[in-house]
């Protein structure tokens, strides 16, 4: 349905099924099939030469688990060097789809696989089996500041995919689809489509072990930037199917709105103020009108996996017997080792975007 076109639900909210705020900082809450979403914000400084914050800006944090937002960024892990980010740290059973909006992130992991991505490029990464990785924030820039703004979303993989072989690929900012609509009163809104089908837009290919690839999933992850005053409608989802190839259950399509930047949004005909998560019903089309101020929003939606969650840390099992056994299967093996000589590399600062493949084969945007 386009941009143009009225929602069918009523227009006076009967389409919104729950409001719940967002937290300052930290993870948000999804709905199966998707684990949790973290949305991180940083102003960092410019870089010194080794591509880290300056020794003065360290002061007074605990290095090596550093949340604080003080001076308004977080180190995360980042430690020796100064470099913030996520040093080396094992994955099993689940997918990480990274969306790097600003900043640059350097990945590095066990299966030899390389890149450095950032700036609307988008790293989706299938964990299965196991897989190690780091993930490094490198400040490229010595003359300005650093400001970095990545969505990291947390995919689970059915029990039949939980110990497929890992999978890393990217999906380049020149490459992923997007376009400006405009609507009746020529206000716009710019649609990034990560997945999911929308307008006419296609998506690049998911993982194929990924639930995204299950067609019946109906699974989508986009990103809106509405202009004040601009409205957009989303279509309805397809009914609940009755059976998929990958599971799943028959539950209706999930849906939510994670109103995380703007003023006022209108859906349905309803209010909502900004920093707030807002589920819908999914089977309706819903307007969207960013009544007060622009308006940027990150939609999830997918069909339920309807299987048990067993998680603990970065492992995510349907029982807790496969959770034990993950945490002795990578005492054993560290899921293949680590093949580099830091456990969080970073790579020049004249280095461009890149990917170098697991078989070796390099890729640019």
């Not at 099939?33 to 960092?44: A, E, G, K, T």
């Not at 939980?162 to 992923?176: G, H, L």
Request: charged letters at 20%.
């Amino acid at each position: 349905m386009s941009s143009s076109a009225a929602a069918s639900a009523g227009g006076s909210g009967a389409s919104v099924l729950s409001v719940t705020p967002l937290p300052a900082a930290g993870v948000w809450q999804t709905s199966d099939p998707f684990l949790f979403c973290v949305h991180h914000r940083d102003q960092y400084p410019a870089g010194t030469e080794q591509m880290g914050v300056p020794l003065a800006q360290l002061r007074g944090r605990n290095m090596g688990s550093d949340f604080s937002g003080k001076d308004g960024f977080s180190m995360y892990h980042g430690e020796d060097n100064g470099v913030p980010g996520f040093p080396q740290h094992p994955h099993r059973g689940f997918e990480t789809i990274t969306i790097v909006r600003q900043g640059m992130i350097d990945h590095s992991d066990s299966l030899g696989a390389q890149a450095r991505f950032g700036n609307g490029d988008v790293q989706w990464l299938t964990a299965g089996k196991g897989i190690s990785h780091s993930e490094m924030f490198p400040l490229v820039h010595k003359e300005k500041p650093n400001p970095t703004e990545l969505f990291q979303i947390w995919l689970n993989l059915p029990g039949a995919s939980k110990m497929v072989t890992p999978y890393f690929s990217m999906q380049w900012a020149e490459r992923i689809p997007r376009k400006t609509f405009t609507d009746e009163k020529g206000k716009k809104t710019e649609v990034v489509v990560v997945a999911g089908q929308i307008d006419g837009l296609t998506p690049l290919p998911p993982p194929p072990d990924s639930w995204a690839s299950a067609p019946l999933a109906d699974l989508a992850v986009w990103t809106l930037e509405m202009e004040e005053g601009a409205s957009f409608t989303l279509p309805a989802t397809a009914a609940p199917a009755a059976s998929s190839a990958k599971g799943g259950s028959q539950a209706p399509v999930t849906r939510t709105l994670y109103f995380f930047e703007g003023a006022v949004l209108r859906v349905d005909g309803k209010d909502v103020a900004a920093r707030q998560a807002v589920t819908v019903r999914s089977t309706a089309a819903v307007e969207l009108v960013a009544s007060r101020g622009r308006a940027e929003v990150l939609v999830l939606q997918g069909r339920p996996i309807g299987e048990p969650v067993a998680q603990r840390g970065p492992f995510v099992m349907n029982t807790q017997s496969e959770l034990a056994q993950a945490f002795d299967d990578y005492r054993r093996t560290r899921f293949g080792g680590w093949p580099h000589k830091e456990a969080a590399p970073v790579f020049p600062r004249e280095q461009g975007r890149f990917a170098k493949h697991v078989d070796g084969h390099m890729e640019t945007p």
